[in-house]
């Protein structure tokens, strides 16, 4: 089982910033495709940021330019740098681990609050 272990958030002001950290209890990334989702109240949960096992990443409009994606694989650790946050950027930030193959698997952390207000 893999276990995914968030941190990082926090209260900022708008235009603030906030790096958040994913620790993986295993070395994965080399065959799990990793996600950074939000989930804001009475909202469905929605795609952030993604990086494939091969390093490619990819970003949701709201954030893209604003939001940045990396990994260090030595550390089992994946990142989200976040620079100038809105308030709507508020909501429970989650990292999300998934593969398809040789099963489809899928494993989330436990979320960490992310709130933007003055």
């Known amino acids: 089982q893999v276990q995914l272990v968030e941190s990082g958030g926090g209260l900022v002001q708008p235009g603030g910033s906030l790096r958040l950290s994913c620790a993986a209890s295993a070395s994965i990334f080399s065959f799990y495709a990793m996600g950074w989702y939000r989930q804001a109240p009475g909202k469905q949960r929605e795609l952030v940021a993604g990086?494939?096992?091969?390093?490619?990443?990819n970003y949701a409009d709201s954030v893209k330019g604003r939001f940045t994606f990396s990994r260090d694989i030595s550390k089992n650790t994946v990142y989200l740098q976040m620079d100038s946050l809105k308030p709507e950027d508020t909501a429970v930030y989650y990292c999300?681990?998934?593969?398809?193959?040789?099963?489809?698997?899928?494993?989330w952390g436990q979320g960490t609050q992310v709130t933007v207000s003055s």
């Open positions: 990086i494939t096992s091969g390093g490619r990443t």
């Open positions: 999300n681990a998934e593969r398809r193959l040789p099963q489809p698997s899928s494993y």
